[in-house]
């Protein structure tokens, strides 16, 4: 069974510019996720994706973080204008539950952003 | 709101017990979490706990749970240096609609030395 993919896996952009990530998850996996994890830090989840409606989008910066999962299987996650603050590793999550439990996520290998 | 805490560093020789303790505040948390992070890589769930047990062992790998406390552990037998990588604790926290997702610990970096 393939894992999650992400790409690219390194990034480096100037600060105001714009960049994407890609994720495609495990095939028939409906819940997506995609974290933000700071260096030192865990995952904090930004965005939750059930099939390719938003559960959670509560710690999405809004003003300059979008996430869309077009036809419930892949997702783009877009940063416009990006910040020195946001250079991070991005990791996409994916499962194939979403309550009870317990319940894996698999993790993709994460992209790493770098702001300049 | 939820928090999850852990110790940041711990350093062990090969052939030594490895124990990474940890502490969550959720106290509806239904079920915990062990994931292991390698460098470069994404994290791997290890194991995990539901909320009604004390202990759960899985070879190498004790957890135990003290629900009081709100207090976790994660315990590697015979630690080696394959073993070194940050160990994330998480919990399940609950979103609207029914659906669950977790909350994460900053990691614990095991060092194993030679």
């Known amino acids: 069974e393939a894992g999650v993919a992400q790409s690219p896996r390194y990034k480096i952009i100037e600060k105001r510019q714009s960049v994407a990530f890609w994720c495609n998850p495990i095939?028939?996996?409906?819940?997506l996720y995609w974290y933000q994890q700071i260096l030192g830090q865990g995952p904090k989840l930004l965005i939750q994706?059930?099939?390719?409606?938003?559960?959670?989008d509560s710690q999405l910066p809004k003003d300059r973080f979008s996430a869309e999962r077009l036809k419930g299987v892949d997702s783009t996650l877009k940063i416009q204008p990006a910040k020195l603050e946001d250079s991070a590793v991005y990791l996409c999550a994916s499962s194939s539950r979403t309550s009870g439990g317990p319940y894996e996520q698999y993790f993709g290998p994460g992209t790493r952003l770098t702001v300049t | 709101g939820e928090d999850v805490e852990q110790s940041l560093f711990l350093s062990v020789r090969e052939g030594d017990s490895s124990v990474i303790n940890c502490t969550y505040t959720?106290?509806?948390?239904?079920?915990l979490y062990w994931y292991k992070q390698e460098p470069g890589a994404g994290l791997q769930l290890l194991t995990y706990?539901?909320?009604?047990?004390d202990m759960k062992q899985d070879q190498r790998l004790t957890v135990l749970l003290n629900k009081k406390d709100k207090h976790l552990s994660l315990r590697i037998a015979d630690t080696q240096t394959g073993d070194s990588a940050i160990y994330f604790c998480?919990?399940?926290?609950?979103?609207?609609?029914?659906?669950?997702?977790?909350?994460f610990g900053k990691g614990t970096m095991l060092l194993v030395s030679p």
């Open positions: 095939s028939g996996h409906a819940t």
């Open positions: 706990i539901f909320s009604n047990m």
């Open positions: 959720d106290s509806s948390s239904t079920y």
């Open positions: 998480a919990e399940t926290t609950h979103v609207n609609s029914g659906y669950s997702t977790l909350t």
């Open positions: 994706f059930q099939n390719n409606g938003v559960v959670d």
